[in-house]
């Protein structure tokens, strides 16, 4: 019994200083992040423009420009991989994510109705502008949670198993693609030019509204995972022992992905699709700190708002003065690490 509770205390002290050490990272990130651009601004003069809330001067790019970014990295990566966590859990597969499960191809399917039906994008000969955000991103979140709605309704009408949900997601998810593909044809060379813009994920689009929104979507529903922490951890044991000891399984699947669908849905909607976060947030912070919840729902959103920081940075100084839509940084970087990830684990 010993040697099993030092392992415990082990295993406990390394995930306490994992976390640690990932809030300690991500703060240098931020403040990395707020002197990295086309205009380089010196760490000192960054540091105190934020501490004197200073916004003349060079404060402008900082306060205005950079930081809605840099909490736009924080909510969204957190976001997403929060909701992969989720649903990998209630769903028993390592692959859930709102990527995987066609809630990104309903939302850019939305958008792209929106633009093509309701006129919401405009272009000059070297812009794309969607001039009604409003309409794309409510068009975008509706479609988005009519896929969600469907998902559930197979699981409640049909009593499918968690693992053919994956399959259902995926099915409803290329229909929403075959609607993208017919929206494209359908579109003048600008409608076009402004679906293809949108779906570029791109935490440029962030301002105050759509960041409180999130936030206020967001920080609800993570304290509410994290009280259901131990339901989340007796449903990885198995159906049967989960119900066993207590747990109502169907409520808390159906709870835990109507929630994290909301989740993704809103960051979704406001920012385009930004692929492979919720997949590798969930897997790196688990391969870490292993499958206690406790720890998991802490970990995974700082792994998933780490890694949507430093691909943003990137994305923001790898071609300066040209700024990359993150989108496209993470759906070039994401593949191979997660291919990494399933290879190191397959040879652990």
């Given at each position: 019994?010993?040697?099993?509770?030092?392992?415990?205390?082990?295993?406990?002290?390394?995930?306490?200083?994992?976390?640690?050490?990932?809030a300690l990272g991500l703060l240098?990130?931020?403040?990395?992040?707020?002197?990295?651009?086309?205009?380089?601004?010196?760490?000192?003069?960054?540091?105190?423009?934020?501490?004197?809330?200073?916004?003349?001067?060079?404060?402008?790019?900082?306060?205005?420009?950079?930081?809605?970014?840099?909490?736009?990295?924080?909510l969204v990566g957190g976001g997403?991989?929060?909701?992969?966590?989720?649903?990998?859990?209630?769903?028993?597969?390592p692959l859930a994510s709102p990527?995987?499960?066609?809630?990104?191809?309903?939302?850019?399917?939305?958008?792209?109705?929106?633009?093509?039906?309701?006129?919401?994008?405009?272009?000059?000969?070297?812009?794309?502008?969607?001039?009604?955000?409003?309409?794309?991103?409510?068009?975008?979140?509706?479609?988005?949670?009519?896929?969600?709605?469907?998902?559930?309704?197979?699981?409640?009408?049909?009593?499918?198993?968690?693992?053919?949900?994956?399959?259902?997601?995926?099915?409803?998810?290329?229909?929403?693609?075959?609607?993208?593909?017919?929206?494209?044809?359908?579109?003048?060379?600008?409608?076009?030019?402004?679906?293809?813009?949108?779906?570029?994920?791109?935490?440029?689009?962030?301002?105050?509204?759509?960041?409180?929104?999130?936030?206020?979507?967001?920080?609800?529903?993570?304290?509410?995972?994290?009280?259901?922490?131990?339901?989340?951890?007796?449903?990885?044991?198995?159906?049967?022992?989960?119900?066993?000891?207590?747990?109502?399984?169907?409520?808390?699947?159906?709870?835990?992905?109507?929630?994290?669908?909301?989740?993704?849905?809103?960051?979704?909607?406001?920012?385009?699709?930004?692929?492979?976060?919720?997949?590798?947030?969930?897997?790196?912070?688990?391969?870490?700190?292993?499958?206690?919840?406790?720890?998991?729902?802490?970990?995974?959103?700082?792994?998933?708002?780490?890694?949507?920081?430093?691909?943003?940075?990137?994305?923001?100084?790898?071609?300066?003065?040209?700024?990359?839509?993150?989108?496209?940084?993470?759906?070039?970087?994401?593949?191979?690490?997660?291919?990494?990830?399933?290879?190191?684990?397959?040879?652990?």
């Amino acid at each position: 019994m010993a040697p099993l509770q030092d392992l415990y205390r082990r295993e406990r002290r390394g995930g306490t200083l994992f976390l640690a050490a990932s809030a300690l990272g991500l703060l240098f990130l931020i403040l990395l992040s707020a002197t990295a651009g086309t205009i380089a601004i010196p760490f000192g003069e960054v540091l105190g423009y934020l501490l004197r809330l200073d916004a003349s001067g060079s404060g402008r790019i900082v306060w205005n420009v950079r930081l809605p970014r840099i909490i736009a990295a924080l909510l969204v990566g957190g976001g997403l991989s929060l909701s992969g966590t989720v649903m990998q859990s209630v769903l028993r597969n390592p692959l859930a994510s709102p990527y995987t499960l066609g809630l990104s191809s309903a939302a850019a399917f939305g958008a792209s109705f929106a633009i093509v039906f309701f006129g919401a994008g405009t272009g000059t000969t070297s812009t794309i502008i969607i001039n009604d955000s409003l309409a794309v991103t409510l068009s975008a979140f509706l479609f988005c949670a009519l896929s969600t709605l469907a998902i559930l309704l197979l699981t409640v009408l049909t009593r499918i198993s968690p693992e053919t949900m994956v399959l259902a997601g995926i099915a409803i998810g290329s229909l929403f693609s075959a609607g993208l593909t017919l929206m494209q044809y359908l579109a003048d060379s600008v409608q076009l030019a402004s679906i293809v813009s949108w779906t570029f994920g791109d935490l440029g689009r962030a301002n105050w509204p759509f960041l409180g929104i999130t936030a206020l979507v967001l920080i609800p529903l993570f304290l509410l995972f994290l009280f259901f922490r131990w339901d989340f951890n007796v449903l990885d044991t198995g159906e049967e022992t989960a119900r066993g000891l207590g747990v109502r399984t169907g409520a808390l699947r159906i709870a835990g992905m109507a929630g994290a669908s909301l989740l993704s849905a809103v960051i979704v909607s406001f920012f385009g699709t930004i692929a492979f976060i919720g997949l590798l947030g969930p897997h790196i912070a688990r391969r870490i700190l292993g499958g206690d919840h406790r720890r998991l729902l802490i970990g995974s959103p700082l792994a998933g708002a780490i890694i949507l920081l430093g691909a943003d940075t990137a994305a923001r100084t790898v071609l300066t003065p040209m700024v990359l839509p993150v989108g496209i940084l993470t759906s070039l970087c994401g593949g191979p690490l997660f291919i990494y990830l399933l290879v190191a684990g397959k040879r652990k």
